[in-house]
């Protein structure tokens, strides 16, 4: 494939990212509250070696006075439980927010695709004309969500031009965060 057509490609992915809308008539009060990271599809080179060791993780999505919202999430690593905050700022689109990424140092997109609120959520977060940052993540209310769920997260990943080999449904994390902490 030549350079031009390789330009063509990248573009566009890119494209495709933009035409990305918000589930309609988000409801940030409905979003609220605990959720679950059940799937996840990633395909930037330095995250390949950490696929396999991936759990799901548990967040907390908490309003903020402002219309913001502050994201607390729990990984379970080979440290422990690590929790890290972020602050998620509206736009002026219902259901799509903006934050700085402290580890690529640069501000990210995030877009609420699709969610009923009481079950599952499809979220993408991408850089606009940076690919490795860009994922898609599935979360559910609880650990475990259905499989139609599951293959509805997929086929968007596969749509966004993620290969099947980057699209992750890890298991449970054990104990993270301790019930005891939330």
Not at 123 to 132: D, G, P, S
Not at 134 to 141: E, K, M, N, P, S
């Amino acid at each position: 494939m030549g350079t031009t057509a390789v330009a063509m490609v990248m573009l566009c992915v890119m494209m495709a990212h933009a035409d990305v809308k918000p589930q309609k008539d988000f409801n940030l009060q409905k979003f609220a509250g605990r959720w679950y990271r059940v799937g996840l599809a990633y395909d930037s080179p330095s995250f390949v070696p950490y696929r396999d060791k991936i759990k799901a993780s548990m967040g907390m999505i908490t309003l903020l006075a402002n219309g913001n919202v502050n994201l607390t999430m729990w990984d379970a690593t080979p440290l422990g439980c690590i929790s890290k905050m972020y602050q998620y700022e509206r736009t002026s689109v219902p259901g799509q927010f903006t934050y700085f990424s402290t580890r690529h140092s640069m501000v990210k997109d995030i877009t609420v695709v699709d969610t009923n609120y009481t079950d599952y959520a499809v979220v993408l977060k991408h850089k606009v004309f940076h690919r490795e940052y860009t994922q898609v993540a599935l979360y559910g209310r609880s650990q475990r969500v259905r499989n139609d769920v599951i293959q509805k997260f997929k086929a968007f990943a596969l749509s966004r031009g993620f290969p099947r080999e980057s699209i992750l449904t890890p298991p449970p994390a054990e104990n993270c965060p301790a019930s005891t902490s939330v």
